[in-house]
């Protein structure tokens, strides 16, 4: 088993997607026994496959990739968020820092 967090992050997103493993099989996947060694790190998806399932799962890709739970809470509330206000969060944490 790898230490990559994609496995983890993968089950979290399907489980809360309320998507069974062979439900979220993509694109004629032997999809369960896939998703099962995807969640299990015995194997991890290639980008355009993870890619995929993000958008099935309605999340960015760079969900996948987070190493905490707190930046993965950020993750998903900005990615909710409209543009205008990722815009407007971007430019106050900007400010926040140069001032630093």
């Not at 099962?36 to 015995?42: F, I």
Request: proline residues 3%.
């Amino acid at each position: 088993m790898n230490n990559s967090p994609i496995c983890k992050r993968l089950k979290e997103a399907r489980q809360v997607a309320k998507l069974s493993q062979k439900k979220l099989g993509i694109d004629g996947f032997s999809a369960s026994a896939r998703m099962n060694h995807y969640e299990k790190g015995r194997h991890t998806p290639d980008f355009a496959t993870l890619q995929r399932m993000a958008s099935v799962l309605k999340l960015p890709t760079a969900y996948f990739y987070a190493e905490s739970d707190e930046l993965v809470e950020m993750i998903r509330c900005f990615h909710r968020l409209r543009k205008m206000n990722r815009s407007a969060i971007l430019k106050e944490l900007a400010k926040y820092y140069s001032k630093q």
